[in-house]
């Protein structure tokens, strides 16, 4: 990990991004790699880095991180990385005897201190540092300048919680419904590693998304689990579901009351013109008598999603059957 630091006058170049490295002191943070992939140096020097490899993140832009590995750094797109740790000072210590505490980062200036190997100190935060002086406090609150070189900063490292989304109803039977919001602490055998209610679990990274999944989308994802369950006429419960008892069902488990029946359902929403429905729109359809008396979620691509024929399926609603009898698509 980085300690103390000399300024950096270097301006790395990609074909991603241009990232000027300022005069600060900088901590690294920890990270893993989530999906292999290839880094470049400010001299073009390529760097893979593989599945599940641990790395020390130097510095990040807003589409990429900055990877130390050999003492070489190498830019990596965000995307490749989870950061899992971040590393926080905890004071600054003397490590030199007689460091001196100046009232200006300069060596003239008028002394306020002296302090002995082991001193414990703080960072005064927001001053404005060169790469040889650094603004600290003693335990008295007194403020001043030193040497960089007289001192050292211990670190910490803590969890870098960063917060992410259940996206499968997979999960539901343990408790953790599509959509429950989780912090990932870390990421193992392509598994992040989560807690949730003082939990620890592992989750498969195709089940967690890092942005809050859409209400449209945690209907359809709920839908999709009875997929296979029975026709049933009149059915409104797991065990068998006619279209509209289907609809209701899924709706009421993402906190929407619904009419029971689709003509009722029919009425509610706004109407979508067919060229321009989008994934989640309800579609009616006109079948066993006039006026709207089938319903299902539209899912893109002409693909409907609907308790029809002997169960819960997915349909093309321009197959011949359901092409005659589309009515239109309602918006909620």
């Keep these: 990990m980085t300690r103390f630091t000399n300024t950096w006058s270097k301006i790395l170049i990609s074909t ?17 790699v989530t999906e292999r992939t290839s880094g470049i140096s400010d001299m073009n020097e390529a760097q893979t880095f593989e599945l599940n490899e ?80 650094v603004k600290v406090k003693n335990v008295q609150g007194v403020e001043g300048w030193v040497l960089k070189e007289t001192v050292k900063s211990n670190l910490t490292e803590v969890p870098n919680h960063t917060n992410a989304f259940i996206k499968t109803n997979a999960w539901t039977d343990r408790g953790y419904p599509f959509g429950t919001e989780v912090k990932i602490t870390g990421f193992l055998n392509n598994k992040y590693m989560v ?30 689990t009875f997929l296979g369950v029975p026709y049933v006429w009149g059915g409104t419960e797991v065990d068998g579901f006619d279209c509209s008892g289907y609809i209701q ?21 706004e109407l979508v013109e067919r060229e321009k429905m989008q994934r989640g729109d309800l579609v009616f359809f006109e079948t066993y008598k006039p006026g709207p008396s089938h319903v299902g979620v539209y899912l893109g691509n002409n693909q409907f999603l609907h308790a029809g024929g002997d169960r819960v399926q997915i349909s093309d609603i321009n197959e011949n059957y359901w092409s005659e009898r589309y009515l239109f698509a309602k918006r909620q």
Excluded at 202 to 219: C, D, G, M, N, Y
């Design 54 to 133: 641990l790395v020390d993140i130097e510095m990040e832009t807003e589409t990429h991180y900055q990877l130390n590995k050999g003492n070489k750094l190498y830019l990596v797109e965000k995307g490749s990385v989870l950061k899992t740790s971040k590393e926080q000072e905890v004071n600054i210590e003397v490590i030199v005897e007689n460091t001196t505490l100046k009232n200006q980062p300069n060596l003239f200036s008028t002394i306020l201190s002296t302090f002995n190997k082991g001193d414990i100190l703080t960072r005064v935060s927001g001053a404005n540092e060169s790469d040889t002086w």
């Design 195 to 224: 807690q949730l209610q003082n939990e620890s679990l592992e989750i498969e990274k195709e089940a967690i998304s890092f942005e809050k999944p859409s209400l449209v989308e945690e209907i359809i994802e709920k839908g999709i």
């Design 249 to 269: 069902y899924i709706y009421r488990a993402n906190g929407i009351e619904m009419p029971r029946v689709a003509s009722d359902q029919s009425r509610v929403g």
């Design 16 to 32: 991603f991004s241009i990232m000027t490295i300022p005069t600060m002191i900088v901590f690294a943070d920890g990270g893993v």
